[in-house]
């Protein structure tokens, strides 16, 4: 499996956008990029995820940098809600079974 | 609708007992994933079943078992436990075997003493 590398930890404002990065340089072609966020007391949390193209849903936005050893996660507008452990992880195809999580960003929102 | 439900959400068993942890996933979802999350960690991968079919199995000892059943519940078994088996044990369920969302519980505590 591919690794991904992410900060340990962030801290950001409520109602600013949160820019969290995930490196992945040992990428493959195929490889998909997801990500999910943990809060507190919970289970996992599909966010979003990508292949080639930037992404957008209701909750984030995913940003792939153009040789793909690069991702980021951007919540535009942080709420106290938000405050979780985030999780990139790759897979094979898009509907990988196996989700190998690494140890994560805690994102931290200051009110 | 409700969500993927665990239980129970908390157990304390003693080391060398065996315990069996129980999910249900969301109706009409035929796949369900294992997870163990020990504190401070991500969560390790266990077992996936689709169509009550083992379909993939982490790096576990056969010491934990699983299975499925016709209505898509599922069961994790753990035998002779030990205290490193204390960990957050989280179920996901997705539609089928292809669709990319998981859909997690909020998962079982065990704690061995």
């Known amino acids: 499996d591919a690794k991904t590398t992410q900060p340990n930890s962030m801290e950001s404002n409520e109602e600013e956008p949160v820019h969290l990065p995930c490196n992945h340089s040992?990428?493959?072609?195929?490889?998909?990029i997801h990500w999910y966020r943990q809060l507190p007391s919970q289970g996992p949390e599909y966010v979003i995820h990508?292949?080639?193209s930037n992404v957008n849903n209701r909750m984030a936005s995913l940003a792939i940098a153009e040789d793909r050893k690069s991702s980021t996660l951007i919540l535009h507008r942080a709420t106290l809600r938000d405050a979780a452990v985030y999780y990139c992880?790759?897979?094979?195809?898009?509907?990988?079974?196996?989700?190998?999580f690494g140890q994560g960003t805690r994102l931290t929102i200051n009110p | 609708d409700a969500g993927v439900t665990q239980s129970p959400t908390h157990l304390i068993k003693t080391r060398g007992q065996h315990v069996t942890l129980r999910c249900s996933p969301i109706s009409g979802h035929k796949s369900v994933s294992w997870y163990q999350q020990v504190l401070g960690q991500g969560p390790q991968f266990i077992f996936q079943y689709y169509e009550k079919e083992e379909r993939g199995r982490g790096n576990f000892p056969d010491r934990f078992s699983a299975r499925q059943f016709p209505n898509y519940s599922s069961e994790l078994n753990v035998n002779a436990l030990l205290l490193g088996d204390s960990a957050l044990y989280l179920c996901?369920?997705?539609?089928?075997?292809?669709?990319?969302?998981?859909?997690f519980g909020q998962g079982t505590r065990l704690t061995v003493v």
């Open positions: 996901a369920s997705r539609l089928g075997a292809l669709n990319t969302e998981a859909f």
């Open positions: 040992t990428i493959s072609g195929t490889d998909y």
């Open positions: 990508g292949l080639t």
């Open positions: 992880i790759l897979t094979l195809v898009p509907g990988a079974q196996k989700l190998v």
